[in-house]
């Protein structure tokens, strides 16, 4: 018997998910994958998944496919169903105005007050980060992009020396779905939004703190935005909230 709003997916063979090279911790390069396949909406929410299935996907045993389900379980992006897999959590459209108006309080102004505060030597490595976005974006890599992303984000708000809100917007990027993203992928537009890194670290490294705020600004925006096209492009809609009268 299926579980109610629940879509069984079997097999998943023709899911945008590639076989997983040997690495020292597997485990980590599964969670990676599978985290950027929600991000990104490859792996759809309310579905339900099993281990074996995208074990066999990604070329690995389901052990750490299981693994690295319990991580992402922790983070709120899944839910386990006893027996069956795992299903996708959605965000509505509510929790994400919400995630992204936090997103605007703390990291916007927080990269406004990083002028002056990174040393010069901590520029090359930030650099090659933004770069690796670029390069990933303009491959279609959206698992490096999207952790390439990530590590750029939190390395930078890391300057400003709040563990605990690094923490906090490292946690709520995670939480962000962007489901155009694979469009602007396909559609070769996604080195566009990807160079704003560097120009972001153009306008830090000038000492342009208003500069920065704004462009931080932009750049959440776009996200925001990657949802709303995503969810028109595959008919997908809010069911959080009733109907309008």
Known sequence: MSTPGVTAVNPVSDLPLAPI??????RESV???LRAAIIAGSLEEGTLYSAPA???VFGVSATPVREAMMDLAREGL???VKNKGFRVLGVSEEELDEITEIRLMIEAPTVGKLPGRIPESAFPRLRTLAAAI???AEEGDLTAYLVNDRTFHSEL???????QLEDLATRLRMRTRMYGLRTLSDNHQLSSSAKEHDELLDLIQAGDAAGAEALMRRHLGHTRGLWATGHQESGQHDTS???AP
């Open 157 to 163: 708000l890391s300057f400003y020396g709040n563990s």
């Open 31 to 33: 969670t990676e994958s």
């Open 134 to 136: 670029v390069t990933a």
């Open 21 to 26: 090279a040997p690495k020292p911790n597997l």
């Open 78 to 80: 899944v839910e386990t």
């Open 241 to 243: 909230r009733p109907p």
């Open 54 to 56: 995208l074990g066999a």
